[in-house]
């Protein structure tokens, strides 16, 4: 399932489920539950231990726009002053850098 980040990470292994609900900022989310522990964390289980890039750090609150898709997290870049409405850990070049094959394919 894309939305679980499946296409990217594979399944969630136990004892992790995909959960939607909401967060702290009343934001309608995929939020991700360790059974075993019982805590509801909002990235998936296997960002967890993936830095943000360097310059780049979560905007906690803002105001949602149409442009933004329905589940998204927003970031700021304080060197280069820019925004954008996904995780830079999930960029072609950071999954790269972690050593992870990336191809390209054209839709025809």
């Known amino acids: 399932m894309v939305m679980d980040g499946e296409a990217l990470f594979g399944s969630i292994p136990p004892p992790w489920t995909a959960q ?4 702290a900022d009343n934001r309608v989310r995929v939020m991700y539950y360790n059974e075993e522990v019982g805590t509801l964390y909002r990235d998936h289980q ?10 780049w750090e979560e905007v906690t609150e803002w ?3 149409r442009a933004d ?3 998204c997290k927003r970031f700021y870049n304080k060197e280069t002053d820019e ?7 999930l960029s072609p070049e950071a ?3 972690r050593g992870v094959p ?4 054209t839709l025809v």
């Open 102 to 105: 990336i191809e390209t394919i």
């Open 83 to 89: 925004t954008i409405n996904w995780d830079p850990r």
């Open 69 to 71: 898709p329905l589940y």
């Open 46 to 55: 296997r960002l967890q231990e993936v830095p943000v890039p360097l310059g």
């Open 63 to 65: 105001k949602k726009s």
């Open 20 to 23: 939607i609900g909401t967060d």
């Open 95 to 97: 999954f790269r850098e």
